[in-house]
């Protein structure tokens, strides 16, 4: 079974450019999360998708992030404009429906190092 | 917000049993403790999770004592891919803006 994929690895732009990063859950996973960790700072939670929406968006820095999941399969996060602070690496998960017996696990990707300059 | 308190980093050599402890004082009712594993270029690992007593898989065991105030991991015999970086969670179901990564215990296993 393939995991969490991240597209691209790594991504250098410069202040003031857009970038996009694509997240590929794993095959019929409804749940979709966005982290990041920036400047060595902890892994810090940006939003979370059921299928093709938003649950939960309150880690979202600020209106220059922007989250997209159409279809409830892939999603984007797009960086406009990027700004220096916002170099880190950004971190996807996917995870299914727990079932009766609670056990929560996330599946993450090997997350995309973002590096403006 | 449910913070954890773990080592920063420990040792160790192959073949022996690790335990890393891991404090979360004001846990609350509904959290549950998770284990996470991150290799250097990697996305953090699911280890286990627990809710109370001890909890057991084909990794590593957790143990929770009956106040739910700390945790431990405990890695039977480690083996050089073992050293990585350990986080210790406390959440809510459902609640993931309320994952609390922290810094993480960095484990490095030496021959």
């Known amino acids: 079974e393939a995991g969490v994929t991240q597209f691209p690895s790594h991504s250098v732009i410069e202040k003031g450019q857009t970038v996009t990063l694509r997240c590929d859950p794993i095959s019929g996973h409804d749940n979709l999360y966005w982290y990041r960790r920036v400047m060595g700072k902890e892994i810090k939670f940006l939003l979370h998708?059921?299928?093709?929406?938003?649950?939960?968006e309150s880690g979202m820095p600020n209106n220059r992030f922007l989250a997209e999941r159409t279809g409830g399969t892939y999603s984007t996060l797009k960086v406009q404009p990027a700004e220096l602070e916002d170099s880190g690496v950004y971190f996807c998960?996917?995870?299914?429906?727990?079932?009766?017996?609670?056990?929560?696990?996330?599946?993450f990707g090997p997350g995309t190092r973002l590096t403006v300059t | 917000l449910a913070k954890t308190t773990q080592p920063i980093s420990m040792d160790s050599y192959e073949g022996q049993e690790v335990n890393i402890t891991c404090s979360h004082n004001?846990?609350?009712?509904?959290?549950?403790i998770t284990w996470y594993q991150q290799f250097p270029s990697q996305g953090p690992r699911f280890i286990i999770q627990?809710?109370?007593t001890k909890v057991t898989n084909e990794v590593a065991s957790l143990f929770i004592p009956a106040d739910r105030k700390s945790s431990t991991l405990s890695l039977p015999r480690v083996s050089l891919s073992d050293t990585a970086v350990y986080y210790c969670l406390v959440n809510p179901p459902y609640n993931f803006n309320k994952f609390y990564f922290g810094s993480g215990t960095k484990l490095n296993v030496k021959p």
């Open positions: 998708f059921v299928k093709e929406s938003k649950q939960d």
């Open positions: 998960a996917s995870s299914q429906d727990p079932g009766g017996d609670f056990t929560y696990e996330q599946y």
């Open positions: 004001n846990i609350a009712t509904n959290d549950y």
């Open positions: 627990g809710y109370k």
